[in-house]
T-cell receptor, first 112, second 113 residues
Framework: GENVEQHPSTLSVQEGDSAVIKCTYSDSASNYFPWYKQELGKRPQLIIDIRSNVGEKKDQRIAVTLNKTAKHFSLHITETQPEDSAVYFCAASLEYGNKLVFGAGTILRVKS | GAVVSQHPSWVICKSGTSVKIECRSLDFQATTMFWYRQFPKQSLMLMATSNEGSKATYEQGVEKDKFLINHASLTLSTLTVTSAHPEDSSFYIC?????????FGDGTRLSIL
């Protein structure tokens, strides 16, 4: 089955700096890759997603890139703010909106 | 506003008790819902896929007789943890597929004493 690896496990950045989180997946048939932000004790919230027919997607300070050949995708957050501090999970799915296989998560700390 | 409503948000009970968690889709008719479990400081692990009007599909290693899933309508799926023990203590989250992505409930924190 699908396996998703996520790095780093923790990331500390200074406010205003950029943060990059990387994920790799094992199943080349996966075609949908969402990113979720989860604050302590709360639900995961979708922040951005990308499908396999697209190489890059951007939404204000957040961008995701996908390299299908290498089977990896990355989350880029620019101009980080303290409220960006949370746990971020990448995920992969064999079918758009179907069951998700999550990465282990990255704790992002933005220091002011 | 919330797309998925999950209740209860927090349960503390004695070992051996059965606990029922409800997941309601507020905005979509959900033929498919998903149940995940998240241990402290860990990722979300899919437990089962809940299918309206039919049996749930369980992931490898998840005991179907331990975690009973009922999806009797297009808006409601329930997860019952039967004869819960301390090792079942976890954060249980449901999700609904709709508008091209998955929408998560607020989760249920289950603590078994």
């Amino acid at each position: 089955g699908e396996n998703v690896e996520q790095h780093p496990s923790t990331l500390s950045v200074q406010e205003g700096d950029s943060a990059v989180i990387k994920c790799t997946y094992s199943d080349s048939a996966s075609n949908y890759f969402p990113w979720y932000k989860q604050e302590l004790g709360k639900r995961p919230q979708l922040i951005i997603d990308i499908r396999s027919n697209v190489g890059e997607k951007k939404d204000q300070r957040i961008a995701v890139t996908l390299n299908k050949t290498a089977k990896h995708f990355s989350l880029h957050i620019t101009e980080t703010q303290p409220e960006d501090s949370a746990v971020y999970f990448c995920a992969a799915s064999l079918e758009y909106g179907n069951k998700l296989v999550f990465g282990a998560g990255t704790i992002l700390r933005v220091k002011s | 506003g919330a797309v998925v409503s999950q209740h209860p948000s927090w349960v503390i009970c004695k070992s051996g008790t059965s606990v029922k968690i409800e997941c309601r889709s507020l905005d979509f008719q959900a033929t498919t819902m998903f149940w995940y479990r998240q241990f402290p400081k860990q990722s979300l692990m899919l437990m089962a896929t809940s299918n309206e009007g039919s049996k749930a599909t369980y992931e490898q290693g998840v005991e179907k007789d331990k975690f009973l899933i009922n999806h009797a309508s297009l808006t409601l799926s329930t997860l019952t943890v039967t004869s819960a023990h301390p090792e079942d203590s976890s954060f249980y989250i449901c999700s609904v597929k709709g508008m091209g992505s998955q929408h998560f409930g607020d989760g249920t924190r289950l603590s078994i004493l």
